[in-house]
C-alpha cells in the first residue's frame, strides 16, 4: 500500500511541470520582491562577513603582540626603565595592553618632576589607565554590534521573504486556476530559499558575536589587572621616593 502511494505521487509529480531546483533555476522563478530580498540578505551576509574578518585579525593581532609586550615591559619597569617600557609598548601598537599601559606610563612621567611622587600623580594615571581601557574597549568592540543586528535581524528578513513566496505560490493558484505543483511551485520555492538564506546568514553571525563578545571580555579582564598592577607599581615606587 504503501509502496502504491510512493508510485502514485511519483506519477502526478512527473505528470506535473518540470520545475528546476538549482541557484539558477530558482533564481529565474521569484519575483522581484523576493530577489530585492535575497539580495539584502547577501549583502547582510557580506557585511557579517567582513566584520569577522577584520575583528578576527585584529583580535589575533592583539592577543600575539601582548604575549610578546607582557613579559617585556615587565622587565622593563624592574629595573625603573620606565621610558624603555613606554619604547616597547610603541613598537607593539596592535597589543590592547600596550595601548593601556602606554596611557598610564605617559601621564606618570609627565607629573615625575621629583623623586617624590604626590598621591596626585597616582591619581592621574589610574584615570589615564581607565580612559585608555574605555578607548582599547570601543575600538575592540567596533563592527561586533554589527553582527548581533544581523544575526537577530536575517531571519525575520527570510520570513518577510516567506511570506512574500506564499502570496507568489496563491497568485499562481489563481491564475493558472490550478492546485498542482506547477502552480504552486515558484511561490514555494521563493518562500524556503528565502527562509534558507536568512538562517543561513544568521546563524554564523550570531555564533561569531557571542564568540568575539567573550573574547572582548577575556580583553577587558586582562587590560584591568594590567592596569591594577601598573598603579601597584607607582604605589611601591612612590614608597621607595619617600624613604
Do not use: C
Not at 567596533?142 to 518577510?160: D, E, K, M
Amino acid at each position: 500500500m504503501l509502496v502504491g502511494n510512493f508510485l502514485a505521487l511519483g506519477l502526478w509529480l512527473f505528470q506535473e511541470e518540470a520545475v528546476g531546483f538549482d541557484p539558477i533555476s530558482m533564481w529565474n522563478s521569484m519575483g522581484i520582491a523576493a530577489k530585492g530580498i535575497v539580495v539584502v540578505l547577501i549583502v547582510m551576509s557580506a557585511w557579517s562577513i567582513g566584520v569577522m574578518i577584520d575583528r578576527w585579525i585584529a583580535f589575533s593581532g592583539a592577543r600575539k603582540q601582548s604575549r610578546v609586550f607582557a613579559p617585556a615591559v615587565a622587565g622593563a619597569l624592574k629595573d625603573g626603565k620606565i621610558d624603555e617600557a613606554i619604547s616597547i609598548a610603541e613598537q607593539n601598537k596592535r597589543s590592547h595592553l600596550a595601548k593601556v599601559v602606554t596611557a598610564g606610563l605617559q601621564e606618570f612621567q609627565a607629573h615625575q618632576v621629583s623623586a617624590e611622587i604626590p598621591g596626585e600623580t597616582i591619581e592621574a594615571s589610574k584615570r589615564a589607565l581607565e580612559r585608555a581601557a574605555a578607548i582599547v574597549h570601543a575600538e575592540l568592540k567596533r563592527g561586533v554590534s554589527t553582527l548581533a543586528t544581523i544575526g537577530s535581524t536575517a531571519p525575520f528578513v527570510g520570513l518577510l521573504g516567506t511570506v512574500l513566496g506564499i502570496i507568489h505560490a496563491f497568485q499562481g493558484i489563481a491564475s493558472n486556476k490550478s492546485t498542482g505543483l506547477a502552480g504552486v511551485s515558484k511561490g514555494i520555492s521563493e518562500a524556503l530559499v528565502t527562509t534558507a538564506i536568512g538562517l543561513f546568514v544568521a546563524i554564523p553571525a550570531v555564533w561569531i558575536y557571542n564568540y568575539f563578545t567573550s573574547k572582548i571580555e577575556s580583553f577587558d579582564v586582562e587590560m584591568d589587572n594590567s592596569s591594577s598592577e601598573l598603579v601597584d607599581y607607582f604605589i611601591k615606587r612612590a614608597s621607595r621616593g619617600k624613604k
